[in-house]
């Protein structure tokens, strides 16, 4: 197909829809958004309106996207006066807009909080950093203290070498607090995790040649993962559907939580050689989440206890 009849297939159904949309509001009486706040609550609802805002002709409907809570009342009583809408016979429209206005306002701020954090760089000489680092090596191994604040005791969590700090170049503070909230507030199953990650894949002659891989190393990974999910708009479905009011960021790191339990069952299914094929275990994993996040009822939560996830002598 050509570019010029391609271009106007596009203006066809363009058109068609808006005549469409037309019709439908002359005979309902209703306009688009009122047909959509009486959707259920979640991401089906709250996308619809954001995808109507964003594509609206109006620039009052365009601005609702990025108001500011404190002014969410205003802008929708903006809305209403724009569309000719009696808020008295219509409670249920304003009731829904604002609910669907605060979580599109609070992805928005919890992008920006989560990406503040993932370019703050961990520092040593910083002792808020270095307490949460203390803190969750004391989570992972409450019996066993360290010998100093630079040891080989480090790898026991999967860190790569004698120093924490040089594997959080990529995510900065966000893999730590990540790291420190799966550890304090799943600990039962970051503990197992932990566990399971340290069994031989390997062994030859009694003495292991590989671990299945490095608990730190790829909490930190998969806190990547997590992010590229938040920034690319793809966690819309699933934190629109969990969170009534506006995202967290500890909405986020329980969505972390989930994605590490999911991809340690994964791991241990897809049964690779060895970590050297961890980027292609990764990267089927990625497309798993976002094949589930189509889904506009999807909800990333845990399903399983720790128990499940102790899969010995697999």
């Known amino acids: 197909m050509g570019v010029v009849t391609q271009f106007f297939v596009f203006l066809?159904?363009?058109?068609?829809?808006?005549?469409?949309k037309f019709v439908i509001r002359k005979v309902t009486g209703w306009c688009e958004l009122q047909r959509i706040c009486y959707i259920k609550p979640g991401a089906?609802?709250?996308?619809?309106?954001?995808?109507?805002?964003?594509?609206?002709?109006?620039?009052?409907?365009?601005?609702a996207l990025s108001a500011h809570p404190d002014c969410?009342?205003?802008?929708?009583?903006?809305i209403m006066t724009l569309?000719?809408?009696?808020p008295d016979s219509n409670p249920q429209l304003g009731i829904s807009l604002q609910a669907s206005l605060f979580q599109i306002v609070g992805y928005r701020g919890l992008v920006a909080e989560v990406e503040t954090l993932r370019r703050e760089p961990y520092d040593f000489e910083n002792p808020d950093h270095e307490?949460?680092?203390?803190?969750?090596w004391k989570t992972l191994r409450p019996d066993s203290?360290?010998?100093?604040?630079?040891?080989?005791?480090?790898?026991?969590?999967?860190?790569?070498?004698?120093?924490?700090?040089?594997?959080?170049?990529?995510?900065g503070l966000l893999g730590l607090h990540n790291l420190l909230y799966f550890a304090e507030h799943d600990k039962a199953t970051a503990l197992q995790v932990l566990y399971d990650s340290l069994q031989p894949k390997h062994s030859y002659m009694f003495i292991t040649v590989c671990f299945r891989y490095s608990f730190a190393i790829v909490c930190i990974n998969i806190t990547d993962l997590a992010y590229s999910l938040l920034v690319s708009g793809d966690l819309?479905?699933?934190?629109?559907?969990?969170?009534?009011?506006?995202?967290?960021?500890?909405?986020f790191q329980q969505t972390f939580c989930y994605l590490m339990q999911e991809f340690h069952r994964f791991w241990i299914e897809d049964d690779p050689r060895d970590i050297m094929e961890f980027?292609?275990?990764?990267?089927?994993?990625?497309?798993?989440?976002?094949?589930?996040?189509?889904?506009?009822?999807?909800?990333?939560?845990?399903h399983f206890a720790a128990s499940d996830l102790h899969l010995v002598n697999l």
């Open 12 to 20: 066809y159904c363009k058109c068609l829809w808006r005549g469409l």
């Open 44 to 63: 089906r609802r709250t996308l619809k309106i954001e995808s109507s805002l964003r594509y609206s002709k109006n620039e009052l409907c365009q601005s």
């Open 72 to 78: 969410e009342e205003k802008t929708i009583d903006n």
């Open 83 to 86: 569309k000719k809408i009696n």
């Open 131 to 136: 307490e949460m680092l203390m803190k969750l």
């Open 145 to 171: 203290s360290l010998t100093g604040r630079i040891s080989k005791q480090w790898c026991e969590i999967g860190f790569q070498g004698n120093d924490p700090k040089t594997d959080f170049m990529g995510m």
């Open 236 to 251: 819309k479905t699933h934190l629109y559907n969990v969170a009534p009011e506006m995202p967290s960021l500890s909405h």
């Open 279 to 302: 980027n292609l275990v990764r990267s089927k994993f990625h497309r798993r989440v976002l094949r589930q996040l189509k889904n506009p009822d999807m909800a990333l939560c845990p």
